[in-house]
């Protein structure tokens, strides 16, 4: 979901539902022992994700589409694919012409529009036949305000001094924006155990490979490991667990992966002229304090960006797609899991809405070159043991300002992240002789060219 906040005026009796929540998740965070889980990451360290929003992937709009379109997720080298939200939406305090896909009216179906539960079955049989897995976006936080629960168990929700049910507020007190949701109530153990016993369903019916679970943050830690747990023993196989949460206890609380929000932050401030060291300094800062086996969704973009900032080719793209591809190296080999998302990899310009449909425009310009390109940085993401379990080290040039330099094991990851050629020198690493992955040519020289928005990684 969007992180923006609108600024209202909430009544007292509001406040303290919301710091009584604030509070819950506090205490469980304390009661959350430092290594609840040990997540089996046996595929899921190489992994790559692609993330499709079912309503834009294709002319169609519907799972169908999306099983037509796998040989393009296969393409653009990921092998997991990220489902947004598949169920009914909700109609009563609807955002836009259709609704948010994570306003859900029903967990327990498909949304119609996209197709039947045998469409999803078929979209699984075809993914798992190409070697690609599926995970399902779910919203464990709130509902549509015309959820089948709001009045099958009304005691699921948080209640106002009204006694009606209530938009979410989060950790801090403040209200969200999310008009069209309204609250679930985690105080509720019968909500927990409907909620552990649905995605149990789905996990095991559907054969997914696991889940990433909206605003993870805004739930108890204690639900987490229970939940986790629980999911992780409902089947033999390794799953993906996926927190949209910056929290480092969600990997104590059985969680692969959590978002790389920081480091995203610090990237789109280098290429608007911030100290490019920052950038390196901050990941690695982060990754001293990563629990044992957890990992970063590292990502130039998602759904929640796009719906309200530029995509990729645009935000970080001044001197045109080169400025793109030089993010996307940056960040896709550092420490984490790369994530893709809906016509990136052919550097579409579209700002995809969470509220409406737009089909991807697949026949952009250099297509071709730019998703062999994406799927090239991928493969080294996935497949090279510099990048797939090389420790972060800092690297030094003549040029901090301008030049993202870091070690990734025996690999060195040189971006200019400016729109003017640099040249320097690279302390540390004898560059001379060592091969560029990305072209797979030999570097001549003790000294480095770059054009603006250049990229080297090279490997002795």
């Not at 069209?180 to 997914?208: C, K, S």
């Not at 089947?235 to 949209?244: D, G, K, Q, S």
């Not at 692969?256 to 390196?280: E, H, I, N, Q």
């Not at 002789?433 to 072209?439: F, P, Q, V």
Request: one cysteine or more; aromatic letters at 8%.
């Amino acid at each position: 979901m969007p992180r923006i906040r609108t600024p209202i005026v909430i009544v007292a009796a509001l406040l303290s539902l919301a710091a009584g929540r604030a509070a819950l998740a506090s205490r469980a965070a304390a009661q959350t022992p430092a290594a609840a889980l040990a997540p089996d990451t046996s595929w899921v360290a190489r992994s790559a994700l692609y993330e499709v929003n079912v309503r834009d992937f294709s002319r169609a709009g519907n799972l169908r589409g999306v099983t037509a379109g796998l040989a393009r997720i296969a393409a653009s080298g990921a092998d997991v694919i990220w489902l947004m939200p598949i169920f009914p939406v909700g109609v009563l305090n609807a955002k836009g012409p259709l609704g948010s896909p994570y306003a859900v009216r029903d967990f327990d179906a498909v949304n119609p529009a996209f197709g039947t539960a045998a469409d999803l079955r078929a979209l699984v049989r075809a993914a798992h036949a190409r070697g690609l897995k599926v995970i399902l976006d779910w919203v464990p936080d709130h509902t549509a305000w015309d959820n089948v629960w709001i009045k099958a168990h009304p005691e699921y929700y948080v209640h106002g001094a009204d006694g009606q049910p209530v938009v979410p507020r989060d950790l801090q007190g403040h209200p969200t924006d999310w008009t069209d949701v309204a609250q679930l109530d985690y105080h509720n153990p019968g909500l927990r155990a409907a909620m552990i016993a649905t995605l149990r369903r789905w996990l095991v019916d559907f054969d997914l490979d696991g889940y990433r679970m909206d605003v993870a943050h805004f739930i108890p830690l204690d639900f987490w490991a229970e939940c986790n747990t629980a999911l992780r023993g409902a089947v033999r196989r390794p799953i993906m667990m996926l927190a949209e949460a910056g929290e480092l206890d969600m990997h104590r609380a059985g969680f692969d992966l959590t978002y790389g929000w920081d480091g995203y932050a610090r990237l789109k401030a280098v290429w608007k002229g911030a100290p490019v060291d920052s950038f390196v300094r901050g990941v690695l800062a982060d990754q001293q304090a990563m629990p044992p086996g957890g990992m970063r969704m590292r990502f130039t973009t998602n759904h929640d960006e796009t719906a309200w900032d530029n995509p990729p080719v645009t935000l970080f793209g001044a001197g045109g797609p080169a400025g793109a591809r030089a993010a996307f190296v940056a960040m896709a080999l550092m420490p984490g899991r790369p994530l893709l998302y809906d016509g990136q990899e052919v550097e579409s310009p579209q700002k995809l809405g969470l509220f409406e449909r737009e089909a991807i425009a697949w026949d952009q310009p250099h297509a071709a070159v730019a998703r062999a390109f994406y799927a090239h940085v991928v493969a080294l993401a996935r497949r090279d043991p510099a990048f797939v379990r090389g420790e972060l080290s800092t690297a030094a040039t003549s040029a901090p300002t301008d030049v993202i330099a870091y070690r990734r094991g025996d690999g060195l990851v040189l971006v200019n992240a400016r729109d003017h050629e640099v040249q320097f020198a690279v302390t540390g690493f004898d560059v001379d002789g060592a091969r560029d992955l990305l072209t797979g040519r030999v570097h001549r020289g003790a000294g480095v060219t770059l054009p603006a928005y250049g990229a080297l990684v090279l490997e002795r």
